[in-house]
């Protein structure tokens, strides 16, 4: 299966940059980003220390990569 595959979210515009991203893998986050992770699952951040995105929630992220997540939004 194909990773980090991007759509871009119908209300998406010239404030606002919204994107549906299915097979996280390696995921880079430069600028500051609120992610939600949308399924039952925890989202993984490659990070010094363990870090997670739990299921059903949302956190802001900046200059980090995303390691494994099933999808997530931002």
């Known amino acids: 299966m194909t990773t980090n595959q991007v759509k871009v979210i ?9 994107k549906y991203v299915e097979n996280v893998e390696n995921y880079p986050i430069q600028n500051r980003t609120i992610a939600v992770n949308p399924e039952e699952n925890d989202a993984y951040l490659k990070e010094a220390n363990v870090s997670i995105i739990p299921a ?4 802001i992220l900046k200059d980090t990569t995303i390691e494994k997540a099933k999808s997530l939004l931002w």
Do not use: C, H, K, V
């Open 10 to 18: 119908n209300f998406s515009g010239a404030y606002i940059d919204a």
């Open 56 to 59: 059903f929630s949302s956190t």
